[in-house]
């Protein structure tokens, strides 16, 4: 059974700062990994899909990497912003039909 | 593009009647749509998984009967929650996926649902 996890849970930095959020999966057998942004009472915002064949997706200050054998990514914000807090979301698509396993979230605080 | 539109966005409803939500890909056809549930500062809980002209799949511990889930169209999926009690109170978030999302997910802005 697929499982996700994601480090930390909760975050608290000065705006400024890069940033670093974990993600693990228990099976490598995926075919995506996407990262999400959700704001409180708001639906996902996708920021990046990585595929299981590549290593990496960059968007703006935002950088995502995978290794698939590992089990593992990395969503990397550089010089964060107050308009970056948010819960940020990992989720693998493993599994028949395709589904999307979801991690719990690290709940992210940039304060001016 | 790829955007998917969930209507309502909250709706307060009785104990014992029934309510539903709407979710449509707006500009792509969705090969899948998925629904979800969240709960106060919790992540998203799968509930079940739609393809367009067939039945449902329902995760483990969700009610088919209590979740009507209707996927008529490649562009429409329903979810209705019948007999809802205020434990149904929730977010309810669906999905969808297609070729046009590069079979990532794109998400609905999700139903508040309270029940009184």
């Known amino acids: 059974k697929q499982e996700v996890t994601q480090i930390p849970a909760a975050l608290s930095v000065p705006e400024g700062e890069n940033l670093v959020l974990n993600c693990s999966f228990t099976?490598?057998?995926?075919?995506?990994l996407q990262w999400f942004r959700q704001d409180p009472g708001k639906g996902l915002t996708s920021l990046l899909l990585i595929q299981s064949s590549q290593r990496e997706q960059t968007s703006g200050r935002l950088n995502a990497s995978l290794d698939k054998s590992s089990g593992r990514s990395t969503l990397y914000i550089a010089a964060s912003q107050p308009g970056d807090s948010a819960t940020y979301l990992c989720a693998v698509m493993s599994g028949g039909y395709n589904k999307l396993i979801f991690g719990a979230g690290t709940r992210l605080a940039v304060h001016p | 593009g790829a955007v998917v539109s969930q209507h309502p966005s909250w709706v307060i409803c009785k104990s014992g009647t029934s309510v539903k939500i709407e979710c449509r890909s707006l500009?792509?056809?969705?090969?899948?749509m998925f629904w979800y549930r969240q709960f106060p500062k919790q992540s998203l809980m799968l509930m079940a998984t739609s393809n367009e002209g067939s039945k449902a799949t329902y995760e483990q511990g969700v009610e088919k009967d209590k979740f009507l889930i209707n996927h008529a169209s490649l562009t429409l999926s329903t979810l209705t929650v019948t007999s809802a009690h205020p434990e149904d109170s929730s977010f309810y978030i669906c999905?969808?996926?297609?070729?046009?999302?590069?079979?990532?997910?794109?998400f609905g802005s999700g139903t508040r649902l309270t029940v009184v």
């Open positions: 999905s969808a996926n297609g070729q046009a999302t590069n079979y990532g997910y794109t």
């Open positions: 099976d490598s057998a995926i075919y995506n």
């Open positions: 500009d792509f056809q969705a090969t899948t």
